[in-house]
């Protein structure tokens, strides 16, 4: 698995719990406080260690951290860049939601190897979605509705959100947009600020 993936989670666990949360977790699988390269490959046995290692020390189920990642991965400073990244993907949620099955492809011009999940976006009216994720480890979905309700946040639309499970390495989302103008939202500029 590529590092990224590991390097993510360590991050997330440092800046949102603190570093001792992250020492202990570290040291449940073998890791010294270093933790992870962001361009290796690790086995995927070792992520998901990780992972089960962070649901212990955390006494917090699997899926509301994989959530809280993928809130994280969008909205804490620290990840700046993938927020950018995501709100290319249109001027409103909607438009959002739309572009993200080209995402993968976005994403491998910048990280080639990281293999990212197949997404697949359905319409069932006017407002109403389900989002179709693919990927060979189970969670990947609860990651994707934390960076769908960071994103709907971020645009100022309100949207109720449901992981309805997974079925054949597909875990499907459903999404289902209450107000698109519910709030301002954040300030978005295309260009990069130096500093």
Do not use: K
Request: net charge negative; charged share 25%; glycine share 10%.
């Amino acid at each position: 698995m590529h590092g990224m993936i590991s390097r993510s989670i360590q991050c997330f666990l440092q800046d949102t719990y603190g570093h001792s949360a992250w020492a202990d977790v570290a040291a449940a699988v073998g890791r010294d406080g270093d933790g992870f390269e962001a361009m290796l490959q690790y086995d995927p046995a070792e992520t998901e260690a990780l992972l089960c290692a962070a649901v212990q020390r955390l006494a917090r189920p699997r899926e509301t951290i994989l959530e809280d990642l993928g809130t994280y991965l969008v909205a804490h400073p620290h990840m700046q860049m993938i927020r950018r990244l995501l709100r290319f993907g249109g001027a409103g949620f909607v438009e959002f939601l739309y572009s993200l099955d080209e995402l993968p492809e976005r994403v491998r011009l910048a990280v080639p190897d990281l293999g990212l999940p197949a997404l697949d976006l359905c319409e069932h009216g006017a407002s109403r979605f389900t989002l179709r994720v693919a990927h060979p480890h189970p969670g990947v979905g609860h990651v994707a509705v934390g960076v769908l309700r960071a994103m709907a946040d971020d645009y100022g639309a309100l949207v109720l959100l449901e992981h309805l499970g997974r079925r054949d390495r597909v875990e499907t989302v459903a999404v289902e947009l209450a107000d698109t103008a519910f709030s301002a939202g954040r300030a978005f500029d295309l260009r990069m600020r130096a500093g």
